[in-house]
């Protein structure tokens, strides 16, 4: 099976992720897909692959003969999509790119332009696998879900190529923050691993923003407005003082780069009680502190100008630059380095604006750089891949596989 067949068919089931959920996975529909790539594993020939009570998915490639005492790597992605955009019934478009608009979907206007989205000059001339414009792709993570498989699926075919023990973990939930948590490492098993849930083919990040969130709850006083005055406390109004406070040029719309940003995700309320929530994203470490003293400076005003405990700033570490832990190991970029150029792809370091389970899993003692899928515009209904990509990056990850044992550079890594 190719990697666009393996693709195509896991954006048909709806695997979306639910922040609000408390349960495990949060929306139970991931396991349909967490089955059926146990089972896709099973008939790989993989070791033990299954499906966790929490959804996660696991299968072991063993070493060929004579590299069992290669480190064992392994590759990781996740199944499950974005809550914010529909995700299900989603309806593939396969075209062949020849420049200027692309319409998606004529019938409700919906159009893909290059003055808008700049990256289609790049993918004049190849096939693009594209939305209606009414649902999410998929792509982020089903792509790099489709090239593992592909991968293993291709080195099970192919004993002649030598190659260490390598490990699978697809996980759910890594939309809502929860991926690594459902990751057993000890039974993993890795020394070190990457993640494939990068975005345009090349793309090697190994440096993301430090994370947190910032739930603030205003609390106002509510009098009937016929007699208000001097008395009412309006929350939605103390809400929107606090709104402009924040930087208004340190928005997602006005950074790039390694510059950080305040996010305002969500808001509700009343005269009585209003709730923001915000992330506060920085690569810097002193920069991230100040993000957040930040937030805090302006609850401490709002109170000194409506009250004690008007407004609460609740502030949560989310994750932190994986970076630290990633560069004591220069080996694993060079791995992937040359197994990029191997496939004839030119490799370009590009910081994480955002964050990843890698991340996570780094701080936790499993070094783990992200690679790309190959795809753009991850979460909305512009999101498409190329179909070079998904080809291009299941050859980097045969590489990858059966390179590590032809560079020296593995001393760091005695395996478990």
């Known amino acids: 099976m190719k990697p666009i067949e393996r693709f195509l068919h896991y954006i048909t089931y709806d695997t979306q992720s639910d922040e609000d959920s408390a349960l495990t996975p949060s929306t139970p529909k991931q396991k349909r897909l967490g089955a059926r790539l146990a089972q896709e594993l099973q008939d790989l020939g993989l070791e033990h692959a299954h499906l966790a009570e929490n959804g996660a998915v696991y299968g072991w490639l063993p070493a060929t003969a004579g590299k069992e005492d290669l480190p064992v790597l392994a590759l990781i992605a996740h199944m499950d999509t974005a809550p914010r955009v529909p995700g299900e019934?989603?309806?593939?478009?396969?075209?062949?790119?020849?420049?200027?608009?692309?319409?998606?979907?004529?019938?409700r206007g919906i159009v893909m332009t290059p003055a808008n989205f700049p990256d289609l000059n790049d993918q004049v001339g190849k096939e693009l696998i594209v939305t209606d414009g009414t649902t999410l792709l998929g792509a982020d993570d089903k792509a790099g879900v489709a090239e593992i498989v592909s991968a293993v699926a291709y080195l099970a075919e192919h004993p002649e190529l030598s190659h260490g023990r390598v490990a699978v973990c697809i996980t759910p939930d890594e939309e809502v923050g929860r991926g690594a948590d459902y990751i057993d490492l000890d039974l993993l098993g890795a020394d070190f691993a990457y993640t494939v849930d990068g975005g345009p083919l090349g793309t090697l990040e190994y440096e993301n923003f430090n994370a947190a969130s910032a739930e603030v709850v205003i609390h106002g006083v509510n009098i009937h407005p016929g007699d208000a005055k001097n008395k009412m406390k309006n929350a939605c109004l103390m809400a929107a003082e606090l709104i402009v406070m924040v930087p208004p040029a340190e928005s997602p719309a006005h950074t790039e780069g390694y510059e950080g940003f305040y996010h305002l995700c969500g808001m509700e309320g009343d005269e009585s009680e209003a709730k923001l929530s915000w992330i506060l994203r920085d690569h810097d470490w002193d920069s991230f502190e100040a993000r957040k003293q930040t937030m805090q400076r302006i609850g401490d005003y709002l109170n000194g100008k409506y009250g004690p405990m008007s407004v609460e700033v609740r502030l949560t570490d989310s994750y932190y630059n994986m970076k630290e832990k990633i560069l004591p190991h220069p080996e694993l970029l060079d791995w992937a380095r040359a197994a990029f150029r191997q496939a004839g792809v030119e490799p370009v370091d590009v910081p994480i604006r955002g964050?990843?389970?890698?991340?996570?899993?780094?701080?936790?003692?499993?070094?783990?750089?992200?690679?790309?899928?190959?795809?753009?515009?991850?979460?909305?209904?512009?999101?498409?891949?190329?179909?070079?990509?998904?080809?291009?990056?299941?050859?980097?990850l045969v590489n990858l596989v059966t390179g590590i044992d032809k560079i020296e550079k593995h001393l760091n890594f005695q395996k478990k």
């Open 89 to 107: 019934n989603v309806k593939a478009q396969i075209v062949r790119y020849e420049g200027g608009d692309l319409v998606l979907n004529a019938e």
């Open 355 to 396: 964050g990843t389970d890698g991340a996570r899993l780094s701080f936790l003692g499993l070094p783990c750089p992200n690679l790309s899928t190959g795809g753009y515009h991850f979460h909305g209904v512009y999101e498409y891949i190329p179909v070079e990509s998904l080809e291009k990056m299941t050859e980097t």
